[in-house]
């Protein structure tokens, strides 16, 4: 049973800074394609970034060039750090795993066979 914790949300002012952790157990994590998605109110939950076993990664164009993915194998954790973050960056961010395997798929920050395995989310707010 593959679980995902995700911690790091939290409340900061626009142009600040966040690093969010996602903890993953079960068997497979280095193998796996995971990611980071965001629901904003009122919007689906969208694709952030994501990052394959082999290090691929891939970032929407809302995140290209402000966020960064990445991971330790060794802890079975995906981090993204956040940078000059805006409002429209606020929601709920979840982090989630492929069990397939696959690689990224360019521009999207999204794994190509879709995702498995989700956590419950974090909760960003960001202030103007």
């Known amino acids: 049973q593959v679980q995902l914790v995700e911690s790091g949300g939290g409340s900061v002012q626009a142009g600040g800074s966040l690093r969010l952790h996602c903890a993953v157990s079960?068997?497979?994590?280095?193998?796996?394609?995971v990611g980071w998605f965001r629901q904003g109110s009122g919007t689906e939950r969208e694709g952030v970034a994501a990052?394959?076993?082999?290090?691929?990664?891939s970032y929407a164009a809302s995140a290209k060039g402000r966020f960064t993915i990445s991971r330790d194998n060794a802890k079975a954790t995906l981090y993204l750090q956040m940078t000059s973050l805006k409002p429209e960056d606020a929601g709920v961010y979840y982090c989630?795993?492929?069990?397939?395997?696959?690689?990224?798929?360019?521009?999207?920050?999204?794994?190509?066979?879709?995702?498995?395995?989700w956590g419950k989310g974090t909760l960003v707010t960001i202030s103007a």
């Open positions: 989630a795993a492929d069990k397939f395997s696959g690689t990224v798929v360019a521009g999207k920050g999204v794994c190509y066979y879709g995702m498995d395995y």
């Open positions: 079960g068997y497979g994590f280095s193998s796996f394609c």
């Open positions: 990052i394959d076993s082999d290090g691929r990664t």
